[in-house]
Structures are given as C-alpha cells and as structure tokens.
C-alpha cells in the first residue's frame, strides 16, 4: 500500500527522474509542510543534495516568491513547489526552467491527494496528454458547450499546446503534480459566449451551484452565481487583464477527482477548464499576478469539428 514516503519515492524517481548529485529544491509555504519533508526524505535516499526553503504565503496565484528563493530556483537542478498559491505562472518560475530546471508545482496539494495519485500510471497520462495536445495545437476554433448552458467559442490559431504529462526528465521541463491535462492559450481578445462552471473554482472550492461568466471579445464581462462577489473583488484588486481568458484545459488522468482543489480538479479525465488571468509563460499575451481556473464537468469540446469530448466522455 502506498504512503507519504513511497509516494515522495515515486516522484523523485520517476517523474522528476533525479538523480545523485543532483540538487532538488524543495519551496514551501508552511513549516507543518509534511510533503516537503517526504520529499527531501526521497531526494536524500538517492544521493541528491536536497534543499528546503520556506517562504510566507502569497496572497494569490502567479504572485512572484521573494527574490532569495527566485536565485535558488535559478540554480537547482530539480525545483519542487507544494505550496498554498500556485507559482506557476510567475517569472521566477519560468527564468528557473530557462536556467534548465525540471520543475514540478504543487499548489494546494494535500497529503491524502499526494500519496492517492502519485500511484497513477503517468506513461498512459503522458500518452492521452500528447495526443490531446496535438489536436488543440492544430485547432483554428474550439467551441464549448454543456447542458447548464455553456456555449463557449475560442480561437487557438496559432498558438502552441503543451501536454502536462507528469514526466519531467529533461532540463526545462514543467509541469504540475499530480498532472494530467493539456492545455492552450487562447488568442486574446476573440472569445465569445457563455461559459458555466459547475464543478470547482480557483479560490471557491467545490460548487454548490454553478457560477456563469458572460464572456465579451475574449473577457469576462458578467458573473453571476455562487462567489461571483468574490471573483469580482479579486479582479478589482489585480485590474481588468485579470478578467482575460487565459487558458484552455482538458483533464486526461482518470485517478483524479473533483475534491475542491484546482491542481487535481483540472486533471480529472473528461472534465475542461477554463482559466482567466496569466498565460504569458505558455504562450499567450497577458502577464498578470493572478490565474484562476474554471471546472467544467460533462462538457463537449470540439476542436475544427472534431470531437474531444462528448457529454464529458473522452474521444481518447
């Protein structure tokens, strides 16, 4: 049976593929944090030199870390973040990758999340990761609908998909852990329509009830439901680019499930998502500090007429 050890075992080992005398990185933002010491437990078995550093919280995903921690993400060779808020989208994260790191990141995750799918078999993950993102990245328009009303069209034209695959083994490499989805930036600017999320929300959890986002030449320009106020009062902090559509996703690991937290609830097989804010590290236009994403459960996603997803079924 698998524990916290054997998990932290599996992502040093296989994911991240360290290896002795590698540096592995480890950033945090609370000193209870019993991952992180997992994780500098598996590390240390292998013979890397594993390093700890623990950061006060930030106030919101894609906030950058303070620049001591930005310096050492800039010098590992493996960086791992399980953290509150998401470090993803934030320049350190990126200038760390173009330094050559393998970066995992971690925001939100739990221990019972940890262990349950670190055991999730991440070559058939990265496999349904490729091809998914290999049609997004062909795709001209993909266009959303659900039965609660979502009726959402994107244009990808031109932009690059990337397959979150789980298997970070070559330097620069990125993902999330657990992963599993493949995702796109949109063209800014062209999305149009209504887009309802019914699952979980950045910074809300799971919904009781759904939360619907008119969307106007690619932002959001209503929302009406269960914490819209507070979605609202976050764009109003962060400014108006935080209202820009920023991501298209499609969950392709069907060991996750919708629990309340974005980094598992986006890779739930047959689920999409949608994200607003930041995607200025993976291939689009806005770089905001701030990213939140959407769950949308039994959902139909077509791509240039082919179809992704149908009533949350996958076509993969």
């Known amino acids: 049976m698998t524990d916290i050890n054997t998990a932290a075992d599996m992502l040093i080992t296989r994911c991240m593929a360290a290896k002795s005398g590698e540096?592995?990185?480890?950033?945090?933002?609370?000193?209870?944090?019993?991952?992180s010491s997992a994780l500098i437990g598996a590390?240390?078995?292998?013979?890397?030199?594993?390093?700890?550093?623990?950061?006060?919280?930030?106030?919101?995903?894609?906030?950058?870390?303070?620049?001591?921690?930005?310096?050492?993400m800039r010098s590992a060779s493996v960086v791992l973040m399980p953290t509150n808020w998401s470090l993803s989208h934030t320049k350190a994260r990126h200038a760390a990758c173009d330094a050559g790191a393998r970066v995992a990141s971690?925001?939100?995750?739990?221990?019972?999340?940890?262990?349950?799918?670190?055991?999730?078999?991440?070559?058939?993950?990265?496999?349904?990761?490729?091809?998914?993102?290999?049609?997004l990245a062909k795709g001209s328009e993909a266009v959303i609908t659900t039965s609660l009303g979502t009726?959402?069209?994107?244009?990808?034209?031109?932009?690059?998909a990337m397959p979150d695959t789980g298997l970070y083994h070559t330097p620069g490499d990125f993902g999330n852990l657990p992963a599993g989805e493949a995702y796109i930036a949109p063209m800014e600017g062209?999305?149009?329509?209504?887009?309802?999320?019914?699952?979980?929300?950045?910074?809300?959890?799971?919904l009781n009830s759904p939360i619907t986002f008119t969307i106007r030449d690619g932002r959001v320009v209503d929302a009406e439901?269960?914490?819209s106020d507070q979605l609202k009062a976050s764009w109003k902090a962060v400014g108006d680019e935080a209202t820009w559509i920023a991501e298209l996703g499609v969950g392709t690991n069907d060991a996750a499930c919708v629990i309340g937290k974005v980094l598992e609830d986006e890779k739930v097989m047959g689920t999409i998502h949608v994200a607003f804010g930041n995607n200025a590290h993976f291939g689009g236009t806005n770089n905001v500090?701030?990213?939140?994403?959407g769950i949308v459960t039994k959902a139909t996603l077509i791509v240039d007429g082919t179809p992704v997803i149908t009533d949350g079924v996958p076509a993969f």
């Open 23 to 35: 540096t592995v990185l480890v950033v945090d933002d609370d000193r209870l944090n019993t991952i």
């Open 43 to 72: 590390a240390d078995r292998i013979g890397c030199e594993p390093i700890s550093m623990t950061m006060k919280p930030r106030e919101r995903s894609g906030q950058e870390p303070p620049e001591p921690v930005s310096a050492a």
């Open 106 to 135: 971690m925001p939100g995750i739990t221990e019972e999340m940890f262990v349950r799918t670190m055991s999730a078999d991440y070559n058939r993950v990265a496999e349904r990761s490729r091809y998914v993102a290999g049609i």
């Open 151 to 160: 009726n959402l069209r994107l244009n990808l034209q031109g932009r690059p």
């Open 190 to 206: 062209f999305g149009e329509g209504v887009l309802v999320v019914d699952a979980s929300m950045a910074g809300l959890g799971v």
């Open 225 to 227: 439901g269960e914490g």
């Open 289 to 293: 500090p701030y990213h939140a994403d």
